[in-house]
Nanobody, 118 residues
Framework: QVQLVESGGGLVQPGGSLRLSCTAS??????????VMWWYRQRSGEREYVAV????????GYDDSVKGRFTISRDNDKNTVYLQMNSLKSEDTGVYYC?????????WGQGTQVTVSA
């Protein structure tokens, strides 16, 4: 069973930056690079798509609300995906989750809280 652990959340002032990490473990018969990695957030109600990355240095996808401010990246040697968040706004406040998906297999982390407040 693949396990995902997010870290790096916290309290930051508007305009500040945070870098979230999500480290995967528990692979059996597959490897981290097999998985497409996503970041979602939950502000109220459903989880919302934030960003996705397929391979290192490949074009990533972003929700319009974070485009130009957030950057997703991955290090397959460390089994880790990152979300660099700059120019944070109060509306970025929420619980951030990473997701790993490979065909029919999908795994979620437990989430990390990000609070943007003065």
């Amino acid at each position: 069973q693949v396990q995902l652990v997010e870290s790096g959340g916290g309290l930051v002032q508007p305009g500040g930056s945070l870098r979230l990490s999500c480290t995967a473990s528990g692979f059996t018969g597959d490897i981290f690079s097999d998985y497409v990695m996503w970041w979602y957030r939950q502000r109220s109600g459903e989880r919302e798509y934030v960003a996705v990355i397929f391979r290192p240095n490949s074009p990533a996808g972003y929700d319009d609300s974070v485009k130009g401010r957030f950057t997703i990246s991955r290090d397959n040697d460390k089994n880790t995906v990152y979300l660099q968040m700059n120019s944070l706004k109060s509306e970025d406040t929420g619980v951030y989750y990473c997701k790993a998906r490979d065909g029919g297999r999908e795994y979620w982390g437990q989430g990390t809280q990000v609070t943007v407040s003065a």
